[in-house]
């Protein structure tokens, strides 16, 4: 399929190359089916479905590309994608997805989503406003709010509370400028220091995110209960 990358395009990045450990199982967790389909397809069809995207790119670990693409030759994903090889921890495999897009040529005016795959209650509403964000302000991060009092530690002892009103727990997608991306990477002296792609930007170009909210319901699975927990929703479905 023939896809011209010089234009301005919104891309879906789904990153799937983690191995899942804490789940206790003998496949990663991105390939455990429910409701008769693998885990990253959930969050896929939504992204094939939106509005607001135009190409996917799967990155997952080399000995799961060909299993990748035979499952995605095989589902209703109709939008252009690619599937590439991803790093051992989350920011290298962000970055190849860069250097992918980079050598594709891709317009550095496109945005670049960038998706846990095991996120599987992505919506359109959450689509949507991160790419609005991010032509805004050039970067976007999905958050919901702290229901929780948080509190800071020292040997186990309480040394202070935070403002719950201003602290916000992340999630994904995180959204950017293709532009703003390629020269946190290239700044980035490790990028596999940063936890996501919104400390990545914060931390070597002193970009700040806007903020995306979200509800609870746009969780990461990553234990058995929280698979358990997504598999009782999709069965109400």
Excluded: W
Excluded at 93 to 108: D, P, T, V, W
């Amino acid at each position: 399929m023939s896809f011209d990358f010089l234009v301005k395009h919104t891309y879906a990045v789904v990153l799937m190359a983690g191995k899942g450990l804490r789940m206790n199982v003998d496949l990663p967790k991105q390939f455990i089916e429910v409701a008769g389909l693998p885990l990253f397809l959930f969050a896929s069809k939504e992204f094939d479905e939106s509005n607001e995207v135009d190409y996917l790119l799967f990155v997952t670990s080399k000995e799961n590309i060909e299993k990748t693409k035979s499952i995605l030759e095989k589902s209703s994903i109709k939008k252009p994608y690619e599937v590439i090889e991803g790093g051992s921890v989350r920011e290298e495999s962000s970055k190849k997805a860069i250097e992918f897009l980079a050598k594709m040529n891709a317009n550095k005016e496109s945005i670049v989503l960038i998706h846990d795959a095991d996120r599987p209650n992505i919506n359109e509403e959450i689509i949507k406003n991160n790419v609005i964000a991010a032509k805004d302000c050039g970067a976007a991060i999905t958050a919901t709010s702290s229901v929780n009092s948080l509190a800071i530690s020292s040997n186990g002892i309480i040394e202070g509370y935070l403002n719950r009103d201003e602290v916000y727990q992340i999630q994904t997608p995180q959204t950017f400028s293709l532009s703003l991306l390629e020269e946190a990477f290239k700044k980035a002296i490790d990028p596999s220091s940063y936890t996501d792609e919104g400390s990545l930007v914060l931390g070597t170009l002193g970009v700040k995110a806007k903020i995306v909210k979200a509800g609870s319901d746009n969780y990461k699975i990553t234990t058995e209960s929280d698979l358990e927990i997504f598999e009782k929703t999709r069965s109400k479905i």
